[in-house]
């Protein structure tokens, strides 16, 4: 199973999509796909990390509860990040990782801000092996 990520369109806003062959990487796809929606994850470079950590009742809220924590540490902290590392426990505890560097205005050529991910088009699945975590982020 080959893990990866993507966008589709939504409106004014965007969505944003993981797929891998666990949980925690579907997460991990997902929170790449939420960068690139404002740089290119490639000129990211894994300078500092930062811990987060979410708990939630449902796949689909901890979903929504980590990308809102990246954005969160995305705005406080004026960092993009473009590696990760999530661990979730059967009581839908997460905790991860995430690698990045102060946004570089020149550099990374921010297009837009994510203002945070919503509730919107939400899903998390498991199919044929395959996790798959998805919802509209505000723009």
Wanted: overall charge negative; glycine content about 6%.
């Amino acid at each position: 199973m080959e893990s990866r990520w993507e966008h589709f369109e939504h409106g004014a806003d965007i969505g944003v999509r993981g797929t891998g062959p666990t949980l925690a990487v579907a997460f991990e796809q997902a929170a790449l796909a939420l960068t690139a929606v404002v740089t290119d994850p490639a000129l990211v470079r894994p300078e500092t990390s930062v811990s987060i950590a979410c708990d939630a009742p449902s796949d689909d809220i901890l979903f929504v509860d980590w990308l809102n924590a990246l954005v969160y540490e995305m705005s406080t902290r004026r960092m993009l990040f473009a590696q990760f590392h999530v661990a979730i426990d059967a009581h839908r505890r997460l905790r991860a990782t995430a690698w990045g560097e102060r946004v570089d205005p020149r550099r990374h050529e921010p297009a837009v801000e994510v203002k945070g991910a919503t509730q919107t088009a939400l899903r998390v699945t498991q199919d044929a092996g395959a996790w798959t975590a998805e919802c509209v982020v505000d723009v």
